[in-house]
């Protein structure tokens, strides 16, 4: 069975101030695909990267960066510089990738984030 | 250039009484999911549908039905709602994986209340 394990349920910093979420996942599968949304107090919950098990290659887009370590089985998130409008509640989600049709996502348990100015 | 919606945003039942939150998309996807998100908790898929397919998730209540008319909508029945069923429910689109689907596209959501 997969699992996903964000073990930080809330964090709080203040605005400047760099953040790093934590994510660890299992899976039996060789072939998978990582994720993480941003839900926004509004609701909606927007994709904001996927990284394949086979791409350990780490990415930064903007403020954003994500560390991929297959070895120990996490996919870490960093935001530089925090800003208030990065205050939301974030999850990290796996997919696998055996299925022909839709695309199932286990989901951590979330992590909120408190920018305060 | 919203590309899935949800109506309406806020939905009140009264417990027992039938409802239903509607769900479209402009992606052209042919995969649809349907997932409920209780307060402070990760959102918990309920069925997807892949075109006409339709892939009931094994604990997912009777109570629950789904309707997918075309490729653009689709539906969420409620039967009988009840205190428990007070959520926001997601849906979301992607492509299949046999086309390189793998990212899901979420709507605002519906927040169901029920009295």
């Known amino acids: 069975a997969q699992k996903v394990t964000q073990a930080q349920t809330e964090i709080s910093v203040v605005e400047k101030e760099d953040v790093t979420l934590d994510c660890v996942y299992e899976t039996r599968d060789t072939t998978y695909y990582l994720f993480w949304y941003k839900q926004p107090p509004s609701g909606e919950l927007v994709f904001l990267i996927r990284r394949n098990s086979f791409d350990e290659q780490n990415e930064i887009s903007g403020r954003y960066s994500w560390n991929f370590q297959k070895s120990t089985s996490s996919f870490n998130f960093t935001i530089t510089a925090s800003q208030v409008v990065d205050s939301a509640v974030y999850f990290c989600?796996?997919?696998?990738?055996?299925?022909?049709?839709?695309?199932?996502?286990?989901f951590g348990g979330g992590t909120r984030v408190l920018v305060k100015p | 250039d919203a590309m899935v919606i949800q109506n309406p945003r806020y939905q009140v039942t009264q417990f027992g009484k039938p409802v239903t939150l509607s769900c479209s998309q402009t992606?052209?996807?042919?995969?649809m999911y349907w997932y409920q998100q209780k307060s402070s908790q990760a959102p918990k898929l309920l069925f997807h549908y892949y075109d006409k397919d339709f892939n009931n998730e094994a604990d997912t209540p009777d109570n629950f039905q789904s309707r997918r008319p075309n490729t653009s909508f689709c539906f969420l029945d409620i039967r009988s709602p009840g205190l428990g069923d007070a959520a926001m429910y997601l849906c979301?689109?992607?492509?299949?994986?046999?086309?390189?689907?793998?990212?899901?596209?979420f709507g605002p959501g519906t927040r169901l209340t029920v009295t």
């Open positions: 979301a689109t992607s492509r299949d994986l046999t086309s390189g689907g793998y990212e899901q596209y």
């Open positions: 989600a796996l997919s696998e990738a055996r299925r022909a049709a839709g695309n199932k996502l286990t």
């Open positions: 992606l052209n996807h042919n995969v």
